[in-house]
């Protein structure tokens, strides 16, 4: 089969590359369905990619432990065997059923129009986006997005980026320390920068933070924030200014890591006419997936049901019944089980 091309009405869209719609796009990809993926985020992999990368999972069947980003990839690989059409970076902004075309064993498709305004049509639709659209929490500077992808970061992707910088990581979470941790002996010097002197994250981690404070691996400003960003193209300091003394310091450094956490909301899925089970979860039917539109599936943290568990396990079988239910759809005469994949 021909990978699906922009402009081609696809048999399956996923509004979510995450473990779900990852794993959807493999149960259609193997039924010899055409696929597209659309994510807002800037890679596949959704909260495990956004929010957890270099944690480990072990409740993953078949993997007694894995790294969070290895378990994306291999669930990518495993998905873009059938060339699904992805598209990153995009918002599936609305949604409306529109007269099938002669030829169509469905009488109705779906149009979806993105964000910036394109237009793809599908014949069944499987949503799984998990919480919902995901953004970081900002520092309330005006202009801040400015300095993305110009030495201010909202999350660590590769330890190899930060080797021999000086920087400056604000937050008080797990991740903030996780960082401020995992990068020392790898940039040359890192200030920590957090609104008050207690934190979020584990006593283990604020207790090995607070030994390389004692002996002068890593530099804490409490209760601070950052209030400016300072440089010629790039950042090249930051003003930093204690909360209570309102004094300000100028510190030069490279990079720039905010972990603020990130905000998600369903936002424009919630405008599609579908069914809530709650504020953040679609009724489906945990039978076939369902939902109460014709054509439309949801599968993983977005689908909710009574006794329902958001894990990824589930959400992964989830994709299978949804992505099989759905080629029953477009395809009447198919079986909703698949062929077992084993050679
Ligand atoms: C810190 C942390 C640790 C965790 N540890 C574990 C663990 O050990 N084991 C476990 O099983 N689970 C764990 N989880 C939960 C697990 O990550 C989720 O259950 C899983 O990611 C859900 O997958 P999903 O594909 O349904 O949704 P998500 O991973 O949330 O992916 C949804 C994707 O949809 C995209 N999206 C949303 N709306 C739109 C839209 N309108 N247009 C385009 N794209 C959109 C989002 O950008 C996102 O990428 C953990 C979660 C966190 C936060």
Not at 140 to 146: A, F, K, Q, S
Not at 243 to 246: A, I, M, Q, T, V
């Given at each position: 089969m021909d990978a699906p091309t922009p402009d081609c009405t696809v048999d399956v869209t996923i509004i979510g590359g995450g473990p779900t719609g990852l794993a959807a796009a493999y149960y259609a990809g193997h039924r010899e369905a055409s696929v597209r993926i659309l994510d807002t985020l800037p890679e596949l992999g959704g909260q495990v990619m956004a929010m957890y990368p270099e944690k480990h999972i072990f409740d993953v069947a078949g993997h007694p432990k894995i790294k969070a980003s290895e378990l994306c990839r291999l669930q990518v690989e495993q998905a873009m065997q059938f060339s699904p059409d992805v598209h990153l970076e995009t918002n599936a902004e609305t949604i409306r059923h529109v007269p099938a075309g002669g030829g169509e064993e469905v009488d109705q498709l779906i149009e979806l129009v993105t964000g910036d305004g394109r237009a793809f049509r599908t014949r069944t639709m499987i949503i799984t986006a998990g919480h919902g659209a995901f953004e970081p929490r900002r520092l309330?500077?005006?202009?801040?997005?400015?300095w993305a992808g110009r030495g201010l970061s909202?999350?660590?992707?590769?330890?190899?980026?930060?080797?021999?910088k000086h920087v400056v990581i604000v937050g008080g979470g797990d991740s903030a320390l996780d960082w401020t941790l995992g990068l020392h002996g790898i940039a040359k010097g890192i200030t920590l920068v957090h609104r008050?002197?207690?934190?979020?994250?584990?006593e283990h981690s604020v207790s090995r933070m607070r030994s390389l404070v004692d002996s002068g691996g890593v530099a804490l400003e409490v209760?601070?924030?950052?209030t400016e960003v300072h440089g010629n193209?790039?950042?090249?300091a930051v003003t930093i200014t204690n909360?209570?003394?309102?004094t300000a310091e100028i510190v030069e450094c490279d990079s720039l890591v905010t972990l603020l956490g990130f905000k998600s909301a369903l936002g424009s899925i919630a405008n599609w006419g579908l069914d809530f089970h709650s504020k953040k979860q679609v009724t489906v039917d945990p039978h076939n997936m369902e939902t109460n539109l014709p054509g439309v599936y949801a599968a993983g943290d977005v689908a909710g049901y009574d006794g329902k568990i958001t894990l990824i396990t589930i959400g992964m079988g989830e994709a299978a019944i949804a992505a099989n239910r759905a080629i029953t759809y477009f395809r009447p005469s198919a079986k909703a089980q698949p062929k077992y994949s084993t050679e």
């Open positions: 309330p500077i005006e202009g801040i997005d400015e909202y999350m660590v992707k590769r330890t190899a980026d930060f080797e021999d008050r002197d207690r934190f979020r994250a584990m209760p601070c924030e950052v193209g790039r950042v090249e909360s209570e003394s309102g």
